[in-house]
């Protein structure tokens, strides 16, 4: 069977495709990427997901537009996917769409809902390929947080028998999964990953993200500050739990810069990697604190935009001695592809029938297929 995901994360920088042949038996040799291709959101559109992100004017005919323009990103990358595979579209059972979230407030008290913007009959009808999208709501409908959804496909893909595991995808905000030697699979949102990063260096430097986290590394880590970014309830809080730019947001941002505005910017872009560093090991030192017995190094498998910034490698290395730290490219999978490749897995998963939430990971009554298909 042969799917293909579509990723639009928190970071908002752009579409990944990931084209994969799924062995019929599943583990092992769970199955091959094809090919894989990525395009960036135009400006115009990337600004107008992010200003949807917050309440505004005419907001339901903007979000349609916004959804519209984004399925054209996804279509080129449909395309792009196809051709470096040499595939037809007749030939892909599905497409597994995320669409972008513009709202996550998946506790009652807050709403109970999730909304990622797409349009999946157009991206069909664009395409000829079936669609599965909304994948996130049956869970939170069930009494779960709707994310993180990826758990499932790492355990697919990395557990390993007699042996704990952490998988940490590092996009603009960073999930962990919590694969252990013997148990049920957990995971959750830790906090941010790049989404402040970003936004400091977009406001200062006017650039996309800190290549390799340089400019961070120039930089002193503040320790005050760094207190007060840890002290944000959300870190203590206990799983499950996920978030999102609902929270972690420009104006988070300067509310915790308040009294601080003489810091040095790249003092500030420091602490924000400390705060991101700090905050995962905390979460992983609170699920396996010391070392693994007989002493070897558990493997910390890390995936996400965020494996490619080395600083932030660095910091989370020293910051964990007891585990391996290593990008998921040295476990077989490029880490930009491994967001889309889950997401074509949760609509083989639905296409056979089978629940694609982990219910311990986000908390819902039981296990749900997720997603709803719009056929070819
Ligand atoms: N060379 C690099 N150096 C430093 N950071 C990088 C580099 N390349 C990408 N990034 C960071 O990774 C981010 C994009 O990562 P990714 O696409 O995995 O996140 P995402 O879109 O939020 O996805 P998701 O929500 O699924 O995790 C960029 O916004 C940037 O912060
Ligand atoms: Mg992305």
């Given amino acids: 069977m042969l799917t293909l995901g579509l990723m639009s994360g928190t970071s908002t920088d752009g579409v990944d495709g990931a084209l994969v042949d799924w062995h019929p038996g599943g583990m092992p040799g769970w199955g091959r990427v094809l090919a894989c291709a990525h395009r960036p959101l135009p400006a115009p559109l990337r600004a107008e997901l992010l200003a949807l992100n917050h309440p505004g004017h005419d907001e339901l005919h903007r979000a349609s537009l ?118 049920a699979v957990t995971g959750f949102d830790t906090g941010p990953a790049n989404v402040l990063m970003d936004l400091w260096i977009a ?81 992983l030192q609170a699920w396996r604190p010391g070392a693994a017995p007989g002493g070897a190094p558990r493997p910390l498998i890390v995936c996400g935009g965020g494996a490619f910034n080395g600083a932030l490698l660095r910091g989370l290395q020293a910051a964990l001695p007891d585990w391996a730290v290593a990008s998921s490219a040295a476990h077989g999978l490029p880490p930009q592809w491994v967001e889309a490749t889950a997401f074509a897995w949760l609509a083989r998963a639905h296409l056979l029938g089978e629940p694609g939430n982990l219910p311990a990971v986000t908390g819902a009554r039981g296990p749900r297929i997720l997603g709803a298909c719009y056929p070819v």
Wanted: aromatic share 6%.
């Fill in 203 to 283: 406001r200062q430097r006017g650039l996309a993200h800190d290549a390799d986290g340089a400019w961070a590394a120039s930089g002193r880590v503040l320790p005050a500050l760094l207190a007060r970014g840890l002290a944000d309830p959300y870190f203590a809080r206990p799983a499950p739990k996920s978030t999102g730019r609902d929270h972690f947001h420009a104006d988070w941002l300067a509310r915790w810069l308040d009294g601080d505005g003489a810091a040095a910017p790249e003092d500030v872009q420091a602490t924000l990697l400390a705060l991101t560093v700090q905050s995962i090991a905390q979460a």
């Fill in 66 to 183: 916004a959804a519209q323009g984004l399925m054209a990103v996804c279509a080129e990358v449909v395309e792009a996917v196809l051709a470096a595979s040499g595939q037809a579209a007749a030939a892909i059972a599905a497409l597994g769409l995320h669409g972008q979230t513009v709202r996550h407030r998946p506790d009652p008290a807050d709403g109970g809902y999730t909304l990622q913007l797409a349009a999946p009959a157009r991206l069909a009808e664009r395409c000829g390929i079936a669609v599965i999208a909304d994948f996130r709501s049956r869970d939170i409908a069930a009494g779960g947080q709707g994310a993180p959804l990826v758990p499932a496909f790492h355990q697919a893909l990395w557990a390993q028998p007699g042996q704990d595991v952490a998988v940490l995808n590092l996009g603009g905000i960073a999930n962990l999964s919590l694969l252990p030697a013997q148990g």
